[in-house]
């Protein structure tokens, strides 16, 4: 860390010297402009570089049985061009995986392609994806998926618990894409500002996103559930205590997400405050499902533990609510 005294001239204008290294190594000299920012902390960040097009970051990888995942770190790492380059000749079974992961990251798409290489690239900027916009978005899916994984349970509807799996992949993309895009913010001040988020809060919206969706594969969970039960209905007494715990449920990681977004300390406590109900509302659910077929109690028994889970994530995610400074 380098220390200047801040000077002022005669006509009062203030002024700091460089250190003498740093601007050598940046080329500049007398006459040179760079840009001065001031970020939301307060704090100037000087750019040597503000009118210099970004050089893409390139990475490549060799195919292997672990492909698919090796695609997905680069892309989260922020790579802008991923290639994979075989010796010889990439395999079918190689291009599928490569297929697969681009199907799986927003932005990602296969660019060129020969018998020995494929080059892929992302297409999207961060700047265009505000961090809270993503969360919002993926919220929003989620909470969809488990209304109707509950809806399709309580209606024997088949159709909608597959509707609600398939969802999964997209919450899926946009959990991949907001990682990605809290990355680069991290690495890159000037778009911190330009997305009005600190640094510091990009932990908290990784957790957050990560925990939404820990919710959507819940809630694709009990969607498959609902398909091996092949429409089985529920009994009244037993539909009335699952619709008890889903409302618990369901309105604890709305209020949680309200939460996040609004800095609201109080909503977050509402959610902590349903702890009794929901493992009451549970226990009498497992009471109910003793009455039943084992194979179908089993099932509802998962689901309703799913249900549970979904309650233990809106709290967490409450947890990370914090008093929004002034």
């Known amino acids: 860390m380098n220390f200047r005294k801040i000077q002022r001239t005669s006509g009062g204008t203030f002024f700091v010297c460089l250190p003498k290294d740093w601007a050598e190594k940046?080329?500049?000299?007398r006459g040179i402009s760079v840009s001065v920012t001031e970020n939301i902390d307060g704090n100037l960040i000087i750019n040597p570089k503000f009118d210099v097009e970004r050089t893409p970051h390139v990475t490549t990888?060799?195919?292997?049985?672990?492909?698919?995942?090796?695609?997905?770190?680069?892309?989260?790492?922020?790579f802008d061009i991923i290639q994979i380059q075989a010796k010889n000749r990439i395999s079918?079974?190689?291009?599928?995986?490569?297929?697969?992961?681009?199907?799986?990251?927003?932005?990602?798409e296969i660019v060129e392609e020969n018998h020995s290489k494929i080059v892929m690239q992302c297409l999207l900027e961060s700047a265009t994806f505000p961090p809270q916009k993503i969360l919002r978005r993926e919220y929003s899916i989620v909470s969809g998926m488990h209304r109707d994984a509950v809806t399709a349970l309580l209606e024997g509807d088949v159709e909608l618990a597959k509707n609600v799996v398939v969802r999964d992949t997209e919450v899926n993309r946009l959990y991949f894409l907001l990682v990605r895009v809290l990355r680069t913010v991290i690495q890159n001040p000037g778009l911190s500002e330009k997305l009005g988020i600190l640094p510091i809060d990009c932990l908290d919206y990784r957790l957050a996103a990560s925990l939404v969706e820990s919710i959507g594969d819940h809630s694709a969970s009990i969607g498959e559930a609902v398909i091996k039960l092949g429409g089985v209905k529920i009994v009244d007494n037993l539909s009335g205590f699952i619709r008890q715990l889903h409302k618990v449920a369901y309105d604890s990681h709305e209020n949680a997400i309200r939460a996040v977004f609004y800095h609201d300390v109080s909503l977050a406590e509402s959610v902590r405050s349903e702890r009794?109900?929901?493992?009451?509302?549970?226990?009498?659910?497992?009471?109910?499902?003793?009455?039943?077929?084992?194979?179908?109690?089993?099932?509802l028994l998962a689901i309703v533990s799913s249900m549970s889970r979904i309650y233990d994530n809106s709290l967490d995610i409450a947890d990370l609510v914090m008093p929004k400074l002034s």
């Open 92 to 108: 079918p079974l190689d291009r599928e995986r490569v297929k697969q992961a681009s199907t799986r990251l927003v932005g990602l």
């Open 61 to 78: 990888i060799l195919p292997s049985p672990l492909l698919d995942r090796v695609i997905i770190e680069k892309y989260l790492l922020g």
């Open 276 to 299: 009794e109900k929901v493992e009451s509302v549970f226990h009498d659910i497992e009471t109910a499902i003793l009455d039943l077929p084992a194979d179908v109690g089993r099932l």
């Open 26 to 29: 940046n080329g500049l000299d």
